[in-house]
């Protein structure tokens, strides 16, 4: 795996992250209080502030920085998907518990994500220290 590789899956995944946080906001069966992965507003920012995160890092990292950004992208995930595991409501700041479907994207976009960050991060020839 090289770091090309993980700017393209962070630049991807910034783009489904701020699509489906726009998609959130209407009715459609993937997101929304209804959907598949259950969210209400503040999720879906959230989506999409993550997004657009993820965007400034394949678009504004390089080499041994991009790897980085990727790896703390990851963690990122991985403490919100322990955190929402244990508080669904994320301490009452949503109006609808987070479900399964979305304890799985969590936990799946986190540790994948670590996995390209430190591919990438080996890739520049740095240590793989996540």
């Given at each position: 795996?090289?770091?090309?590789?993980?700017?393209?899956?962070?630049?991807?995944?910034?783009?489904?992250?701020?699509?489906?946080?726009?998609?959130?906001?209407?009715?459609?069966?993937?997101?929304?209080?209804?959907?598949?992965?259950?969210?209400?507003?503040?999720?879906?920012?959230?989506?999409?502030?993550?997004?657009?995160?993820?965007?400034?890092?394949?678009?504004?990292?390089?080499?041994d920085s991009l790897a980085r950004g990727v790896i703390g992208?990851?963690?990122?995930?991985?403490?919100?998907?322990?955190?929402?595991?244990?508080?669904?409501?994320?301490?009452?700041?949503?109006?609808?518990?987070?479900?399964?479907?979305?304890?799985?994207?969590?936990?799946?976009?986190?540790?994948?994500?670590?996995?390209?960050?430190?591919?990438?991060?080996?890739?520049?020839?740095?240590?793989?220290?996540?």
């Amino acid at each position: 795996m090289n770091a090309s590789f993980a700017k393209s899956y962070i630049t991807v995944i910034g783009v489904v992250l701020i699509v489906g946080g726009i998609l959130g906001f209407t009715n459609n069966p993937l997101f929304g209080t209804d959907g598949l992965f259950a969210t209400d507003a503040l999720h879906n920012i959230v989506h999409a502030a993550t997004g657009a995160v993820a965007l400034a890092i394949g678009f504004g990292q390089r080499g041994d920085s991009l790897a980085r950004g990727v790896i703390g992208f990851g963690w990122l995930y991985m403490v919100l998907f322990v955190v929402l595991l244990v508080f669904p409501t994320l301490f009452a700041l949503l109006s609808v518990e987070v479900n399964v479907a979305d304890h799985f994207l969590h936990a799946g976009l986190g540790v994948v994500t670590l996995l390209v960050g430190l591919g990438a991060r080996r890739a520049v020839g740095s240590p793989v220290v996540a």
